[in-house]
Each structure stands twice: as C-alpha cells, then as structure tokens.
C-alpha cells in the first residue's frame, strides 16, 4: 500500500523559511518521479514542483528562485525548502507520486505566513 506522510509545516512571518518532509512506503520511491502540490484556502489544487527519478526538477514560475525540491532515496523521503515565503504561498501542501497533481497525495501539512 502506498502511504506518503507530509510534515513540516506551521506559522512562518513573511520572509521566513521552512522545510517540508514527505515520508513515502509501499512502493520503489527511487523510480518514481514526486511533486508537491499545494492547495490555498478556497482555492483548487495548484502544482508547485517535480523532482525526477534522475534527480532533475521543474517549477512553477511563482516560486522560482525561492524553492527547492529535493529526495533522499536512502531514507526514501521527499523535501521542500521554502524560503523568501510570502503570504500567497499559504495553503495546505501535499506530496504526490506522480509529475502533476494526478496522483497519489498524503494527507497535506499546513503552511501559514502571516505576521
């Protein structure tokens, strides 16, 4: 079964960072492509990163610069570093085995910026 179990998140002020962890099991992580996704409050699923089997990564233009995607296949584990956060990056984050937001999700973490 697959499982993908997302932490990390929290109150942040604007400017801050934070990193996002997505523990995954039940299938060979290290073949599959991984994305985060996230979703702001009232708002539809909104893709925000992919990181490939091979290690290469894309983004979405708004966090460009200021995120970075990366994997750990020892430890079978997927990471978000956020940095320069601003309030519009406020949402409910989820990792996804899958290059788009068509996949397998966990259960989110919340990130909130706010002063």
């Known amino acids: 079964e697959v499982q993908l179990v997302e932490s990390g998140g929290g109150l942040v002020q604007p400017g801050g960072s934070l990193r996002l962890s997505c523990a995954a099991s039940g299938f060979i992580f290290s073949s599959n492509p991984m994305s985060w996704v996230r979703q702001a409050p009232g708002k539809g699923l909104e893709w925000v990163s992919v990181i490939e089997s091979n290690g290469g990564t894309s983004y979405t233009d708004s966090v460009k610069g200021r995120f970075t995607i990366s994997r750990d296949n020892t430890k079978n584990t997927l990471y978000l570093q956020m940095n320069s956060l601003k309030p519009e990056d406020t949402a409910v984050y989820y990792c996804?085995?899958?290059?788009?937001?068509?996949?397998?999700r966990g259960q989110g973490t919340q990130v909130t910026v706010s002063s």
């Open positions: 996804v085995k899958s290059r788009n937001l068509y996949g397998i």
